[in-house]
Structures are given as structure tokens and as C-alpha cells.
């Protein structure tokens, strides 16, 4: 219950447009959680409700148990880290950091050392004097962290930060977002429409579609156990076979697709009769010289291999022209696939998952 | 009004509210509306006020539009404005073009400088360094002289010459950064365009820079105008006998003859020549109110 | 020459009589102060005199008007900055019809003649038995001299992002600090500017000072009438002066205003090189690291 984040049933309309939809989740103290989506699906607008500069239509935010509906964003114990930052032009670095410490009317003693202190806690120990326009991407990002985290917020939202930085600096980045977050032990709240992000960084992540949570869940729940089309499709590769449901059993089934008949697990709402559609990963699926008994397979031809190191993408088609996805680990003992060699594709049933689609936005 | 609100806070909220408050309406709109107001008033002594005498009337107008000289007056004053407005475009524009596109850019603001200091000096010494040096015995007439062009110095400050050399002189800066700014924000590319595809000087000019700068050369022409037609000092201080201007007829009513109706009157037709001249030149280049600023 | 290198002369050949034709009158009027005739003029040169000078410092007249023109100026500032920064305010956070409208009524007093608006102040005024004086003058010129600071302010403000009073509520800051220590820092060029302007044309205001002023002096009023009744190059005395002012000022702006470019120039190259720099191995780093001794 303590400093926990709730937002209950919340929704947000802008006009007739439903931007956020009865989202109901509750985010742990001290919990590193992402809303993973694409662009438009609302999560900057839970965002922005959250730190306080708009009210839900619908619904209520709150944190540690107290409603916020009404209190301004300078109330609350939430800080915002913009997409663009928002480091203030012309504040030295160190004034930025300790700013919220002199509005609230320490002294310039006591701001210096809190700036110094968090300085070196992201690692940029002699950029205290510093101006904002002598900094290059990377040192910002963490300026503003450190601004941020100079006022002890309960909670920290994150506003895509990562995006505007090039590979390396973000990858770098996720892994020092992580460790921050976890010596502060602030809760963070993170959104992106990157999935690698989210999923490398988060203890939860929440996947959103318009303004509808789709899913709440641990990385691995997320990308193993996805339980509609948006999240599998969203997060990961896949392989799909469109078709309808003849057979359900216990949580099994069978889906009758025009590339012929499989097993496979049945998603939650997926019952017999229902339309829907097969998902199996790339990873999860091997390519064999002859047929296996009890599987599910497809006879496919090689038609393009990329070596990426530590696995191999096969790309392979169909009989009717479609292209599927194989993921193989790379064996350097074994002989590599050829070209144009006509195997079967295949998967165990547990590895395959039949979905419904994305639940919809409702009207306002 | 909620927004800034929510933006603002309260408190700065009324001070963003009633300060612009105070301004238009008691140092612009209400004036403005007074000045009408006495304008249909006769001039009553202090005794009469309120009294029977005291009521709305076109009377002040009529004053003008009986009287033939003021009259003719009033449309010398219109034709010569027109005529410094059209010098002053004519003037400004190569300059206009030339600091926006064809100079270095880091001559351009030291050329700008240079340009402001005759703004900084002040209209009034604008005008009088002018009379220095239209005076009959003045430097013009001696350095003419002197090189032999004239025989016998020369009374420029004759009919409307001295005037409209001194509006033009005066005021012409506030015809050259209007369309300065216009021209700028053109994209070069164009001009080089248009030059790649063959087209002469003179019709890159009317196709391409001209439509593009319309609205500083609008708000050029209505600034130019609007300063010459009510200029004051300038028309008094190069007048020769013949060049009245309507400004001084306004000054007499007001201060000679203590007749601020009368007065008002007159300057409210002054505001209306304006206010028609702005709407014309907003119709003829098609420009809204919003594109004429600085 | 081909016909683009002749044209690019010509631009320039007219640039420079543009140049001329601004200065010259100036330095006319300038050297006027030092000639020992009664008449200003410089030709026929009568011999280097400084008592035009002295004349002009024992004019007490003079010397009162231009105090009072100082002090209206000083206080013309302390007006139209608060009221154009709050109207910049106050227009940015607003949209649609109301914003264009609003935004016609402010440039409204720039586009109409100053005898109109001296005018329509005193008869406003002196509704409430305000009499005419140098209060009235001011309130006259805040009308046109707010909507200059407002036009600045609001260019200014165009480039402020919101994000950052966001962020500074975001923070914990009041509204009025986020006004006070984000947004009206970010406005001080324009501030600063704004003041610059609004002083200076206050102190060349003649035709709604002409109107308002009662029975005090100001400078550019007392030149005006001085220059129509006796003239002595007193004046000019003055003229020179200002005009040295004005020069002096000019330059000291350009000076400064280099300097901050290459400041500037300097930055970026450096963060350049240190961008450069963190994309280097380890061992690139602290090897030039100690070899710079740092």
C-alpha cells in the first residue's frame, strides 16, 4: 500500500476521442514498470495523469492510498523526465540538478552538495559547471536523471527517454536506468514503443493498444505467454497462420488454417469455432530433412540465410508463396542448410499459441 | 481563460488579465471612442455644458466639408503621402533585397547599424538637418555651385519639394525593414531556382520576390503613409508659403482657436484616412492585419 | 563584365549613395555646431567655434526640457514593459478569432497618427479633470510604445519551449517561480530590447507630446518650436551631440556583439571535440588525457 501507484478504472477523453480506456493496474513501490506500445496508444497521456498535468475523465490516480484528483503536478511526489529533457538553457548544470531544492528554499550550500552528491551517482563527476549546451546526448539524459532525483520523488516517469540517443548510448543507457533504479529503489515508471527496451529493463510491463491495457505481466510472461494478436505481434517475431478453431481440450486445440491442420495451446477466449490466429516464434520452430512424427509441419523451401552470429535467420516459403521465419542456433559442427533444399518446418504443440484479437477501445 | 489558469495560477493570471486590460481599453479603445464622441459635440463654453446647447451633431464635420481650403488641403496632404510612400518603396526595395540576399551575412548587421543611426537620432533632427541643408545659402546649393550644375543658388524649400524631401528622408527606414524582414524569410533556393530555369532579372523579380514580400511591403506602405500624412513637425519646419498641411490645420483648432471639438473632428478624419488607407492596402496586396508588424 | 557581375555593381554603387544620402545630412547638421556663424550652416565656413556648445549648457530651458523628457522616457519604460510583457503573455495563450482580434486592437495605436492619439488622451483624461502635463504624455506614448514591447516580447516568447515550465512544475516550483526564474529570464533580450526601444522613442516623440504636454517642456517640443521661431546652431549644438551619443552606442553594441559570436563559435568547437572524444576506446582517452596533463 505504501507510495504504491493506482490508477483505478482510469480513463481520459479528449472530446469524443477515448485516448486512455478503463486501465485499472496498480504499480508496486519500488517496481521498475513500462508501458510498452506503440505511438498513439495512450500511454503519454497516462503519463501526463499520473504526474498531474491533466485529470482523468473518468476514474481516479492514486498514490500511497490518496486520491490526486485535483492536485497540481508541483504537489505531487512524482517527477517527469521529459522526452526532450527540458534541462533548463540558462542554469549551469549543477543549478539544473539542484533546482528543486531552491524552490523549495535551500541554501545554496546545501544545493551544491546535493548536485555534487548526485553528480557522481550518474557518473559525470566534473560537470557541475557546466552549460546545458556544452553537453552531448548521453551526459543530458543523465543531468536530467540526476535533477530529478535531487527532490527524492516517490515516483519517476520516464517519457521515452532513450529514444533520441544512438545504439550504443542506449543500450548503454538501459543498463544504467536499471542500476540507478535499483540502488534508489524509486518506482519507475517507464513507457517506450521499443520492446527490447522495455523488456531488458522492467520487473512488469503493461503492452497498450488504443488506450486499452492489454496486458500486465513479467517479461517473460509477455513475450512466452502473450495472450492476444496485438501482444504477440507487437513484441517479438512471429510466424502466423490465420484459421479457425475445430477442436479444444483442456487448454489444447486444433486450428484449421489453409497450410493444413495444427496443434497448438489455445490463448485465453479462444474456444471451438472461434476465428483467430496461430503464433509460433522463430526460435521455437526447426527446420527437419523429413517428417516428424506427431508434430505440426509445413514443407518449405530455403530461400535466403542470414548469419547474425549467434543464430541464424532462414527465411523459408511455402508451397502457396508465403514466407516463414526460422531462428536456428549457430552450430559451427553442423553443415550449413543450401539453398533451395526442401525441408519441413515444424514446432511442438506447446510452442504454439492460438489468439484472439486485441480487446478495442470503447466509445467516451 | 481556464488554460491560463491552470498555466498561471491565479494570481499572475489577473495581472496577465488586467494589465493588457488597462491598456486597451483605457489608453486606446476609450480614447479613441471619446475623441468621436467630442467630435459631435459643438465647442459650448464651461457654463453651457449639459445644457440645452449640449447635443450630438455633425456640425464639427461640416465645418470641413464647407470650407474649400481645408478641403483642398486635406487632398494635397493625401496625394503628397502617396507620392513619398511610392519614393520611399522605390527607394527601399533594391536596398531591401540587397541586405537580405545578396550581401555577406556577417556585413549585415554592422550595415544595419549604420542604417539605425539616423532612426536613433530622432525624427525632429532628421527633419532640421534636412533644412540645413536645403537652406538658400545652405551646402547643397554651394556644392552645386560649386561644380557648376547651377548658375544662381536654387530655393528648394519651394511648394511641397522641401516637404516631401524631408518625409521621404524621415521616414523611408520604416518602408525598408518591413520589406527587409519580407524578403528574408524567402528561401533563396527559389530566387537560384528561377535563375537556373532561365528567367531574366527584372521578371524574377515580379514573379518570385515581389508576391513573396507583399506584406512588408504593405506594412511599409501603411507605415510611410501614416507617419507622412500626420506628421507634424516636418511639413511646419520645411513649409514655404503654399504647403500647408492637415496636421496644421488640426494644431490650430487645438491651440489657436482652443476648439477641441472642431479639433477633434478634424483629427478623426485623419484617423479615418488611415483606417481606409490600411484597408486598401490590406485588399490591394491581400494581406491580413497580422502580417503587418515588425 | 557580364550582365550579373554589372548588376551586383550597380546593387552596390547604390547601396553606398543609400549610405551616403542617410549620413551625410547628419554630418552636415553635425559640423554646423562647430561653425562660429549665427545661421546654421557650413558653408561659408566662418572658423571653428565651441560657444554654440557653451550657449546650449546655459540654456536653462533646455536643460529643464530635457530632464523632463528623461524623466517621461524613464517612466514610459517602468509602464509598457509590464503592460506589453503581460499582453505577449496573454496573446500566446490564447487561439482562433479571439487571438487575431485581440492582436489587431494592440497593433492598432502603432498604425494611427500620433495627433490622434495625443488628442484622444487629453480629451480622455481630462473627462476624469486630469489636466494636461508630462503624465498625460506618458500615458499617450505607453498607448503606441506597449504594442512595440509586446511585438518583441512575443517573437521572443515563440521560442520558449513549454516543456520547461512544465518541468519546473514538474519540480516543485510555484507558478511564480516558474515565472520568475524560467520564463521571464528566458524573455530578457526582449525585456532588454523592449526598454532600449521604448526609451528612445519616447525621448523622439513629438506629435502626442505636442498634444499632451500642457504647459512643460520637452526636448524634441522646445527644439521644435525653438527651430520655428530663433534659430542658432545650438541646435545643431545638441544635434552633434546626440548624434555622437548615438554613434558611440552603435559601435559599442557591434563591438559586443562580435565578441559573443566568437564566444559562441568557440563552445560549439570545443563540445565538438569532446563528442568526438567520448566515442574514442579507453585507452585513446586517458592516454590524451595525460598527455594534455589534465
Known amino acids: 500500500m505504501s507510495e504504491d501507484v493506482q490508477l483505478s478504472n482510469v480513463s481520459m477523453d479528449f472530446g469524443k476521442f477515448r485516448a486512455v480506456d478503463r486501465v485499472d493496474i496498480t504499480i508496486k513501490a519500488g517496481e521498475f514498470f513500462s508501458f510498452l506500445g506503440p505511438s498513439g496508444c495512450g500511454k503519454t497521456t497516462i503519463l501526463r495523469m499520473i504526474s498531474g498535468f491533466i ?123 536499471r542500476a540507478i533504479q535499483k ?182 | 481563460m481556464r488554460d491560463i489558469l491552470r498555466r498561471y495560477g491565479s494570481t499572475l493570471t489577473c495581472f496577465i488579465v488586467t494589465l493588457p486590460a488597462f491598456w486597451l481599453l483605457a489608453l486606446v479603445v476609450l480614447p479613441y471612442m471619446i475623441l468621436f464622441e467630442y467630435s459631435l459635440k459643438p465647442m459650448l463654453p464651461v457654463d453651457q455644458l449639459g445644457g440645452p446647447n449640449d447635443v450630438y451633431g455633425i456640425g464639427n464635420y461640416l465645418t470641413f466639408f464647407t470650407s474649400p481650403i481645408h478641403i483642398r488641403i486635406f487632398f494635397l ?48 533632427l532628421r527633419s532640421f538637418a534636412w533644412f540645413v541643408v536645403l537652406s538658400f545659402h545652405g551646402p547643397l546649393n554651394a556644392l552645386l555651385g560649386g561644380i557648376g550644375v547651377i548658375a544662381d543658388p536654387v530655393r528648394w524649400i519651394s511648394g511641397f519639394n522641401g516637404v516631401m524631401i524631408g518625409l521621404v528622408y524621415t521616414y523611408v527606414l520604416f518602408m525598408l525593414f518591413p520589406i527587409y524582414n519580407a524578403i528574408q524569410a524567402l528561401d533563396s533556393h527559389q530566387i537560384e531556382a528561377a535563375e537556373d530555369l532561365g528567367a531574366p532579372a527584372w521578371r524574377i523579380h515580379w514573379r518570385v520576390v515581389i508576391p513573396h514580400s507583399k506584406p512588408g511591403i504593405a506594412s511599409g506602405c501603411v507605415m510611410v503613409f501614416m507617419l507622412s500624412a500626420g506628421s507634424i513637425i516636418v511639413p511646419s519646419l520645411l513649409a514655404s508659403p503654399g504647403s500647408r498641411w492637415f496636421t496644421e490645420i488640426v494644431q490650430q483648432w487645438m491651440f489657436e482657436a482652443q476648439d477641441w471639438n472642431t479639433g477633434s473632428a478634424y483629427a478623426f478624419l485623419l484617423l479615418v484616412l488611415c483606417t481606409v488607407f490600411v484597408t486598401l492596402m490590406m485588399r490591394l496586396f491581400k494581406v491580413r492585419l497580422a502580417d503587418i508588424a515588425k | 563584365m557580364d550582365a550579373r557581375a554589372l548588376s551586383r555593381l550597380l546593387i552596390k554603387v547604390y547601396v553606398g549613395i543609400f549610405l551616403v544620402y542617410m549620413l551625410a545630412p547628419l554630418i552636415v547638421m553635425g559640423v554646423a555646431a562647430l561653425n562660429n556663424s549665427r545661421f546654421p550652416s557650413v558653408y561659408p565656413w566662418a572658423g571653428f567655434t565651441d560657444r554654440w556648445f557653451v550657449d546650449l549648457w546655459n540654456d536653462d ?106 518541468a519546473a512544475l514538474d519540480l516543485g516550483a510555484s507558478n511564480a517561480q516558474v515565472m520568475r526564474r524560467i520564463m521571464i529570464p528566458h524573455l530578457y533580450p526582449a525585456i532588454g530590447a523592449g526598454a532600449l526601444i521604448a526609451f528612445f522613442q519616447s525621448a523622439e516623440n513629438f506629435n502626442i507630446t505636442l498634444f499632451t504636454k500642457g504647459n512643460s517642456d520637452t526636448l524634441t517640443v522646445y527644439v521644435g518650436s525653438k527651430v520655428r521661431s530663433g534659430i542658432t546652431p545650438t541646435i545643431n549644438a545638441l544635434a552633434l551631440m546626440l548624434i555622437a551619443l548615438t554613434v558611440i552606442g552603435a559601435i559599442t553594441y557591434e563591438v559586443l556583439r562580435r565578441r559573443a559570436e566568437r564566444h559562441e563559435r568557440e563552445l560549439t568547437e570545443q563540445k565538438e571535440r569532446d563528442e568526438v572524444m567520448a566515442t574514442q576506446p579507453m585507452t585513446v582517452r586517458t592516454a590524451s588525457a595525460t598527455a594534455s596533463g589534465s
Not at chain 1, 486499452?212 to 495472450?227: A, F, K, R, S
Not at chain 1, 508465403?322 to 533451395?340: R, S, T
Not at chain 3, 526640457?65 to 500566446?92: K, R
Not at chain 3, 495563450?93 to 479571439?98: A, D, H, I, K, N
Request: charged share 15%.
Open chain 3, 61 to 166: 530651458r533646455m536643460l529643464h526640457a530635457a530632464s523632463n523628457t528623461v524623466f517621461i522616457a524613464l517612466a514610459v519604460v517602468a509602464i509598457s514593459i509590464p503592460i506589453g510583457t503581460a499582453a505577449a503573455i496573454l496573446i500566446n495563450s490564447v487561439q482562433g478569432r479571439f487571438r487575431s482580434f485581440l492582436y489587431g486592437v494592440m497593433v492598432a495605436p502603432i498604425l494611427t497618427p500620433g495627433a490622434v492619439i495625443g488628442i484622444s488622451t487629453l480629451l480622455f483624461w481630462n473627462n476624469f479633470d486630469v489636466p494636461a502635463g508630462l503624465h498625460l504624455s506618458t500615458l499617450g506614448q505607453c498607448s503606441f510604445i506597449s504594442a512595440y514591447v509586446m511585438l518583441l516580447v512575443l517573437a521572443r516568447l515563440q521560442t520558449f519551449d513549454p516543456a520547461l515550465e512544465e
Open chain 1, 55 to 177: 485529470d482523468p475523465t473518468q476514474g481516479d490516480v492514486l498514490i500511497g492510498g490518496r486520491s490526486m484528483r485535483g492536485i497540481r503536478p508541483n504537489m505531487r511526489p512524482t517527477v517527469l523526465i521529459f522526452q526532450n529533457l527540458a534541462l533548463f538553457p540558462l542554469m549551469t548544470v549543477w543549478e539544473n540538478i539542484s533546482f528543486g531544492l531552491s524552490v523549495r528554499g535551500a541554501d545554496k550550500a546545501t544545493q551544491r552538495a546535493k548536485a555534487d552528491e548526485l553528480l557522481r551517482l550518474v557518473d559525470l563527476p566534473d560537470a557541475a559547471e557546466k552549460a546545458i549546451i556544452q553537453l552531448s546526448g548521453g551526459q543530458k539524459q543523465r543531468v536530467a536523471i540526476a535533477r530529478a532525483l535531487a527532490v527524492e520523488p516517490k515516483v519517476m516517469l520516464l517519457d521515452e527517454p532513450l529514444s533520441a540517443l544512438d545504439l550504443k548510448l542506449r543500450q548503454h543507457m538501459r543498463s544504467e536506468l
Open chain 1, 183 to 364: 540502488r534508489t529503489n524509486v518506482t519507475f515508471i517507464y513507457i517506450t514503443h521499443d520492446q527490447g527496451e522495455a523488456l531488458a529493463m522492467s520487473d512488469r510491463v503493461g503492452v497498450m493498444s488504443n488506450g486499452v491495457l492489454q496486458q500486465v505481466g513479467t517479461p517473460q510472461e509477455i513475450y512466452n505467454h502473450p495472450v492476444n494478436a496485438f501482444v504477440a505481434s507487437f513484441v517479438g517475431e512471429n510466424n502466423v497462420f490465420p484459421g479457425r478453431v475445430i477442436a479444444a481440450e483442456n487448454g489444447f486445440g486444433q486450428i484449421e488454417t489453409e497450410f493444413g491442420k495444427f496443434n497448438a495451446r489455445l490463448g485465453p477466449g479462444v474456444n471451438l469455432g472461434t476465428t483467430a490466429k496461430l503464433y509460433v516464434r522463430p526460435e521455437r520452430s526447426s527446420l527437419a530433412p523429413t517428417p516428424t512424427p506427431g508434430g505440426n509441419e509445413l514443407p518449405v523451401e530455403v530461400m535466403e540465410l542470414t548469419f547474425e552470429g549467434n543464430f541464424i535467420n532462414v527465411l523459408t516459403r511455402d508451397d502457396r508463396g508465403f514466407l516463414h521465419m526460422v531462428q536456428l542456433q549457430n552450430d559451427p559442427g553442423e553443415k550449413p542448410l543450401a539453398l533451395g533444399s526442401k525441408l519441413r518446418l515444424s514446432f511442438q504443440p506447446a510452442d504454439g499459441v492460438v489468439l484472439g484479437e486485441a480487446q478495442a477501445r470503447s466509445l467516451a
Open chain 2, 77 to 124: 496632404t493625401v496625394f503628397f503621402s502617396s507620392v513619398v510612400t511610392v519614393i520611399c518603396l522605390v527607394l527601399s526595395y533594391p536596398l531591401a533585397f540587397f541586405l537580405a540576399k545578396v550581401a555577406k551575412p556577417h556585413n549585415v548587421p554592422t550595415l544595419f547599424m549604420i542604417l539605425l543611426i539616423p532612426l536613433w537620432v530622432s525624427e525632429i
